[in-house]
């Protein structure tokens, strides 16, 4: 993989500012690199959605998106749409993509009990793909999963300033704590993008409970694919693409800025 243009940007995808918790990890080892985040909020929830929602839909918009930045690589910084579109995508561009899963190796590393929680998204929890990790890289350990859509919402609501209910947080724990072996659970996998952005919260919700996600192995991944090729001299303003209404963004504009994205476009 190879990139002469140092304007050809890295391309973030995810159904809302999930993804932010993987472009923040990704910009403190490429600070120059330019930036694209897109926000499919014309369909978020992804985690309500079907399989075959997400499978024609995912590709689709990321054609476009390739066709208007020209990206040197796509990092779907999603679990859902990765966990069931992700070979569809490569399979349908030529460009790199990055995808994020479920981080349950480094949990299962991580683990002293040998009890694992896996909160995320409804599809993503459901999702044969879970099975095979867990067989993958934690043979003969508990992984107990809990759906909890209502933290993606928290954290949409937590960038935008406005007040979350603490329960909300304390009702996704309970979700894990209260299955059988709920009790020995010592690490969570926080299995949707949007959940380290409240993992402040969650902390405050559990009794020393130690939490883990995609987003570092991401940013490696992403830095190991790009080492040879140039970059500007100095950091770009990025862009943030929703295929909402452009006008619902202007409560996320100061949080925006802090992650580098500055200009605002609708796709």
């Given at each position: 993989?190879?990139?002469?243009?140092?304007?050809a940007p890295l391309l973030f995808f995810d159904s809302g500012i999930?993804?932010?918790?993987?472009?923040r990890e990704v910009r403190q080892s490429l600070p120059f690199a330019p930036l694209v985040y897109a926000a499919d909020y014309a369909g978020l929830p992804y985690g309500t959605k079907s399989e075959a929602e997400i499978m024609a839909r995912v590709p689709a918009l990321l054609g476009r998106l390739v066709e208007r930045y020209r990206p040197r690589l796509i990092a779907i910084a999603c679990n859902t749409a990765c966990t069931i579109a992700l070979s569809h995508v490569r399979?349908?561009?030529?460009?790199?993509?990055?995808?994020?899963?479920?981080?349950?190796?480094?949990?299962?590393?991580?683990?002293?009990?040998?009890?694992?929680g896996l909160l995320g998204?409804?599809?993503?929890?459901?999702?044969?793909?879970?099975?095979?990790?867990?067989?993958?890289?934690?043979p003969g350990m508990t992984l107990?999963?809990?759906?909890?859509?209502?933290l993606v919402h928290a954290a949409e609501?937590?960038?935008?300033?406005?007040?979350?209910?603490?329960?909300?947080?304390?009702?996704?724990?309970?979700?894990?704590?209260?299955?059988?072996?709920?009790?020995?659970?010592?690490?969570?996998?926080?299995?949707?993008?949007?959940?380290?952005?409240?993992?402040d919260e969650l902390a405050a919700a559990s009794n020393g409970i130690r939490f883990v996600d995609g987003s570092a192995g991401i940013a490696r991944r992403i830095s190991h694919l790009t080492a040879e090729q140039n970059w500007p001299p100095a950091?770009?303003?990025?862009?943030?693409?929703?295929?909402?209404?452009?006008?619902?963004?202007?409560?996320?504009?100061?949080?925006?800025?802090?992650?580098?994205?500055?200009?605002?476009?609708?796709?």
């Open positions: 993989m190879s990139s002469s243009d140092p304007s999930g993804g932010l918790s993987v472009l399979a349908a561009l030529d460009v790199p993509v990055v995808g994020t899963v479920p981080a349950i190796k480094p949990a299962a590393e991580m683990t002293q009990t040998g009890v694992i998204t409804a599809a993503t929890i459901r999702q044969a793909y879970v099975d095979r990790l867990q067989m993958a890289h934690a107990l999963r809990h759906a909890a859509p209502e609501s937590k960038l935008r300033t406005e007040c979350v209910d603490p329960q909300v947080y304390q009702d996704a724990m309970r979700g894990l704590t209260n299955h059988p072996d709920g009790d020995r659970l010592d690490v969570v996998v926080l299995g949707c993008t949007h959940f380290p952005l409240v993992q950091p770009t303003d990025g862009i943030f693409v929703t295929t909402g209404n452009v006008q619902d963004i202007n409560a996320l504009r100061p949080a925006l800025a802090t992650f580098g994205l500055t200009q605002i476009k609708s796709l």
